[in-house]
């Protein structure tokens, strides 16, 4: 309650990006006082013991994780875990730093709960994103890492990228993704096709299979995608053994029914749109993959959920994990808990 009356109010009259820096900044200086993160933990972190489950090999104390691109640099994984989360994904991260695009290049569509981005991949790079994660002190969170591409590498060299970050990353993070669905990096999305995506999986799943204990390696996959794409991503996954999938990224689709006006929307520009304009598709996408694959894939859901009926609706559909990122701005902290909570007392009440 207080997120809503009183500090996102004062942050939804921040630029979107600016507002993002300044709950870092502000966060990261509570995780550093004495106590700060044991205050977080008795406001936010509701725990049950039903609530764990193992996904690819690993366990995970609760299913809800914070999606990749709020935290793409690895700042905040302590103070994440104090907040109740399951597991956080960082990143995207590539191997070089890069500033991203041009600002501004984040916008609320707060009659839609929504957002557009066109960030770009903007991190500080593998190597300092690897050394930061390396200091952290909560070992028992999962940390996934979703790499990608640096804009100024050609789509055939893409593969060395990948490769490149997933080495950097290889000891500090429990899991990878591997993000070609992005809308914001150009031509990225054309790696999404088959032959070339294939080369590019493989590529790093052949890094990945030398190791003495290899990561559970993910694909994150576009909502827009039809169902023979997806079908052949499934027939991916399979050839390249991956462990499972990300659904949705944000989506290029503006969709008829967004109540922000149609003037607006297209005066905000190109990038990818996420929040509940999203958790529809996001759930067909998921309950499709989770249907043709007869559920041998987990799939970590994304994309529109901003209550725990929205996350009862993605893991009901076959997700076996889910993330926020939008909803977490729109319904501040207390979701997490809400949602864990409200998913215990299903789990209590059930024979």
């Known amino acids: 309650m207080l997120y809503k009356a009183l500090l996102k109010p004062l942050l939804f009259g921040l630029e979107a990006e600016r507002a ?3 709950v870092f900044d502000n966060v990261r200086r509570l995780g550093r006082l004495p106590g700060g993160r044991a205050l977080l933990r008795g406001l936010y972190d509701f725990q049950h013991p039903g609530l764990a489950r193992e996904v690819f090999g690993l366990r995970f104390r609760n299913p809800v994780g914070l999606a990749a691109g709020m935290d793409k640099n690895g700042l905040l994984t302590d103070e994440w875990a104090a907040l109740g989360f399951g597991f956080v994904e960082i990143g995207t991260v590539t191997p070089r730093p890069q500033p991203g695009n041009p600002t501004p290049r984040l916008f609320r569509l707060p009659q839609d709960e929504a957002l557009i981005n066109r960030l770009g991949f903007n991190n500080e790079g593998a190597e300092a994103v690897a050394a930061r994660l390396a200091r952290r002190t909560n070992r028992q969170l999962i940390v996934g890492g979703n790499i990608g591409k640096n804009k100024d590498t050609p789509n055939a060299d893409a593969a060395q990228d990948y490769v490149a970050a997933f080495r950097a990353l290889a000891e500090v993070v429990d899991y990878f993704v591997v993000n070609v669905s992005s809308p ?3 031509g990225l999305r ?6 070339p995506l294939i080369e590019l999986l493989s590529a790093v ?3 990945n299979q030398a190791r003495a204990h290899p990561r559970p390696l993910l694909l994150k996959i ?10 052949d991503i499934l027939d991916i996954a399979r050839e390249t053994r991956l462990s499972g999938l990300v659904a949705t990224n944000t989506t290029i689709a503006r969709p008829a029914d967004l109540r922000t006006p149609a003037a607006t929307v297209a005066a905000l520009g190109a990038g990818g749109l996420s929040g509940r304009p999203l958790r529809q598709r996001a759930t067909e996408v998921i309950r499709y993959l989770h249907q043709r694959s007869q559920g041998e894939l987990p799939i970590i859901g994304s994309g529109g959920v901003h209550s725990a009926q929205d996350a009862r609706e993605k893991l009901a559909a076959g997700a076996s994990l889910v993330q926020l990122y939008t909803g977490f701005v729109y319904e501040g902290p207390g979701l997490v808990s809400s949602i864990n909570e409200q998913l215990a007392q299903e789990i209590s009440a059930s024979p």
């Open 20 to 22: 993002h820096h300044v």
């Open 205 to 207: 799943q052949q890094v």
């Open 222 to 231: 576009a909502p827009d995608l039809s169902d023979a794409q997806l079908d």
């Open 184 to 186: 914001n990096t150009p």
């Open 190 to 195: 054309e790696l999404q096709d088959k032959k």
